[in-house]
């Protein structure tokens, strides 16, 4: 018999590896706008989702080994919005090289599109489209 669950995990932080942690840390405070809660000089925290979700820059120790997460295994960074078309615009206005223009997946009922990082990696601006998806807050 298992022992009381402990408490519900409360919050989340995502940490990237980059051999070049001053641009990623460019990209995602400068670019994306994303507000700096700690600088820890090895590692920048930055929040993505108030006070529950973050993600944390690191200098890497090696380069990266993949670049295709969704076919070798890996992270793909999902960043949740209602205005990915304004995303879009933004990011290609910035000179993000984005992979297409926003579309729509009927299947999973959402609308997204995909760009990377200055470290490689592979994020999502996305929408869910669907109403069962439970709202912020």
């Excluded at 000179?95 to 990696?121: K, L, Q």
Aim: aromatic share 10%.
């Amino acid at each position: 018999m298992l022992p009381p669950r402990p408490t519900a995990v409360s919050q989340q932080i995502t940490f990237l590896y980059a051999e070049d942690p001053a641009a990623c840390r460019d990209f995602y405070g400068r670019v994306l706008g994303l507000p700096l809660v700690q600088d820890q000089g090895f590692a920048a925290i930055y929040a993505t989702g108030g006070q529950r979700a973050f993600l944390g820059v690191v200098q890497a120790r090696g380069p990266r080994q993949g670049r295709e997460p969704r076919a070798e295994g890996g992270v793909v960074l999902t960043l949740v919005t209602p205005e990915v078309e304004a995303w879009h615009g933004w990011l290609t206005a910035a000179g993000v090289a984005v992979e297409a223009p926003p579309s729509a997946n009927a299947a999973t009922g959402i609308t997204h599109f995909f760009f990377r990082d200055p470290a490689g990696y592979l994020l999502e601006i996305q929408r869910f489209d669907r109403p069962d998806w439970p709202a912020p807050g």
